[in-house]
């Protein structure tokens, strides 16, 4: 029953607004928990702005000089010019003052009237949209945020027929700026679109005011570089790297080959895959989103959720992208005629995407494989420039921990990088118990999944690269290509990928047999050929050694610029329900619907192990006066300079009296980023002064740092500040 009202309410999201990171994953029940500490802050949060109705506030990211940008993504259509369409807008004539305080602002009043509701509001200066959706740019021969086929035709479905992730330029994302000198440089949006896109527009400064040069902006989808790597999905969150390029982040939501809690193993107990299977099952299917409503079809009461089978729009949209011939849909419904002459690769989606050679005529794009394939919202690059940690978002999914096993920027070619890749396990049982989220800490190991370098998996993955949608009838059903596709041979096709697993990719078997040999012998101690697995079936591999996954949106992850040990990382997790409150994993506490923020304080490895709760969301019954302001369904978290923290909403609302999301600012009780405030190196963010052990106060050391550690910490520290 949980499952089936997960997938209704998915399904009445989708068919809002494709593209956005979608909220509402579990339904708010009508019961009135009362959670201790719900909603509740550590700290001081005030609401800075709200943004047009129907958009969410994505792609914060504040200048060096304080002034404040971020994305409107997928507002209403029924708003006033211009708030009724996409762009990328800054708060003109207002700056943030960087000492840690938010006394910098007046906090911003709820909307009170429609005029308020549909348009852009802030504390203090104006709203100026510097670039709006399919703007003409590139002289004119691209659109902003429209990707292309390689012949330059807009793929859009006033052009093409099939389904599409999202209207075409409609959902911007992450911004990340990439100064050249004296205040100009490049700004990078993501587009959360399949295909995806991320634009390039110049940007400059004078007399206080910023422009943009859409004249010499270009989409870096359209280049032959990104094709080559694949071109990217639904390009989300983001981060810039301490070597000052764009990361982007693709939420691949169409990832999970079992649904929610479920694991191999449970295909394997069953002898079947009804009532598990999910949408990477079905990812070469022609027609692959249509799975939910055939599964409905042939199991009838016993049919469920095919979880990111809505995540599949859009595929066949990218194999134009990639140079397939389009299939004529006749009547504009997507049929079920395969496509076989060029098809995406599966594995190829799910990636950190750092743009290289950002200020170049073309950006060289490089996918981190080796940091595992997941729905990313975001990954936070940490000062060593070797650890890194990602959000992975949806329901029941992961926070991640990657370690190179060097600085990544020292290797001379990216597809050389190697390190570890590791998954949580929550170990303390108060987490398990029924305890209120807002007071109990969640204690987390990490364990390996395996190590690889970034060359390896993508040749690992490339085995996979000639299977097409022909490959999913041939293997799977009695039909061989140049036949008549009917309704019999889909249906035999997709009830043997339900019992048995998609025969073309990697298989179930496989899988157990990763996980058996890692039980016996350790991440290190499997076979060759199955060392793909962890990096390929990231959630899958992790579920099976009996990780944490269970996290229910992950949204957000940052932390200070050049944070040390001793400095936080802050995770955003949008819902605090479904299994993060049953009795199904390591996590069971009580259910907050508007979500949990919590902080990590960086270790001298630059680990994190105690996560801490600091703002706390309302529980679904909360009325207006209660949710009215409150932080609701955080996605977006940005950690500026002086330690305060831009949280932006994807809000499901609840009992609130208006139904704009918000951006609010976190002002922590505590924080040693204090003392490095006000060191902004002119890339936009701020940086620690990569300072020594001396310069955190003394609260953030305490006694966690032998002599020892603080020596080999100032070492490091030393190295790393360049």
Known sequence: MVEF????????????????????????????????????????????????????????????????????????????????????????????????????????????????????????????????EADPINGGTERLGVAQTPDGEDITQEDFEGTQYGDAAFNPDCNEFVATGDGDGYLFTNWENSPGNVSRIPLSKEDGEWSADLDNAMNVANTDAFRDIGGTRINCYGDLSPWGTMVSSEENYAHPRVSLTATVSDVADAGTGKGIRGAHEFWNRPNPNGIQEAIDSYYGDDSWYVQGYWAMTGVEFLAYYLGADPIDQGDGENTVDPIGDTYPNPYRYGYHVDIREPTAETPQPVKYYVMGRAAWEAPDIQHDKKTVYGCSDGDSKGIYKFVADRPIQSYDDPMDIAGT??????????????????????????????????????????????VTQVDYLETHADWSEGDDVTADVVEEADREVVANGNQDYITDAEILEWADQYEANGADGVDDELRRVPFLETRAAAK??????????????????????????????????????NDTGDIGMERVDGGVVYRAELEPDYNVSTLEPVITGPDGSDPADVADDALINVDNVYVMDDGRVLCCEDADQFGRSYSNDCLYVYEPEDDPGRSNRGNGNGNGRGNGDGGNYDHLSERSRGSKMSEEEKAAFNRMAAENDD
């Open 5 to 132: 009202t997960r997938r209704k309410l998915m399904s009445t999201s989708v068919a809002a607004a494709l593209g956005a990171s979608v909220s509402g994953v579990a339904v708010a029940q009508t019961d009135d928990s009362d959670t201790p500490g719900a909603p509740s802050v550590k700290g001081d949060l005030k609401r800075f702005s709200t943004t047009a109705l129907g958009a969410e506030v994505t792609g914060p990211y504040v200048f060096e000089d304080g002034s404040l940008l971020y994305s409107l993504q997928h507002p209403s259509r029924d708003n006033p010019a211009p708030f009724d369409k996409s762009g990328i807008g800054y708060f003109k004539g207002f700056s943030f003052e960087f000492d840690g305080s938010n006394d910098d602002f007046e906090e911003l009043s709820t909307p009170q009237t429609n005029d308020e509701q549909g348009r852009v509001r802030g504390a203090d200066g104006d709203f100026e949209l510097l670039a709006r």
């Open 421 to 466: 890749l590791y998954a949580p396990k929550v170990t303390n049982p108060e987490a398990a118990a029924k305890n209120s989220p807002a007071e109990t800490n969640l204690e987390i190991e990490w364990l390996e999944l395996g190590s690889a370098s970034n060359r390896e998996v993508e040749s690992w993955i490339a085995d996979y690269d000639d």
């Open 544 to 581: 099976e050694i009996g990780a944490s996954i269970e996290f229910n949106k992950a949204e957000g992850v940052d932390s200070i610029e050049k944070a040390t040990p001793g400095n936080y990382v802050y995770f955003g997790i949008s819902e605090f329900n479904d299994d993060l409150s």
